[in-house]
């Protein structure tokens, strides 16, 4: 039976998966997934992309757990239309005291409403020598965003 894959049950799931992230819940994180999902990212990463939940999942848990890594999201846009929604979000490497923007395309499977693939891209280059790597000029403040982490994916 297909799953019912309303704008706010698109949002819920992906919130569901940041707090999953946050959390370092490796069961939530799976569950958040079908098993076959990949998980996209600009150039640069070692081993990407993720295939697979179980690898996104000690992926995440990895970061959490060696980077002191916290996600938060900043906006979420989900499609009426098609089993579709973009994020834009922030995350946190609290170890170093640097974070990453960027936004993310999530495509989600009709038949269970779990996440099938995500795209991830980055708002700007991962400078080593900024404290927060994002738009230059963009007023994040003054449009609301997070400035600093909170643990929260709200």
């Known amino acids: 039976m297909p799953h019912d894959l309303t704008p706010a049950a698109m949002e819920a799931t992906i919130r569901r998966y940041f707090d999953a992230c946050n959390a370092a819940d490796y069961d939530a994180l799976i569950a958040s997934f079908t098993l ?3 998980h996209y990212f600009p ?6 992309p993720w295939r ?5 999942a000690r992926g995440w848990i990895w970061c959490v757990e060696t980077l002191g ?3 938060t999201i900043e906006r979420v846009l989900c499609s009426s239309t098609a089993p ?6 922030t995350h946190w490497k609290n170890k170093s005291g640097t974070a990453l ?4 395309w999530y495509v989600f499977d009709e038949g269970s409403g779990r996440i099938r693939e995500i795209r991830a891209y980055y708002a700007a280059s991962a400078d080593p ?4 790597s994002q738009l230059h000029g963009f007023d994040y403040a003054g ?9 929260s994916s709200t």
């Open 36 to 38: 076959d999902a990949v």
């Open 52 to 56: 697979g939940a179980e690898v996104i």
């Open 129 to 132: 020598t900024l404290k927060i």
């Open 84 to 89: 579709e929604a973009v994020i834009e979000w």
């Open 143 to 151: 449009r609301g965003y997070h400035l600093a982490s909170n643990g």
């Open 101 to 104: 923007r960027g936004d993310e």
């Open 69 to 71: 890594s916290q996600w």
């Open 43 to 48: 150039p640069g990463l070692p081993g990407a």
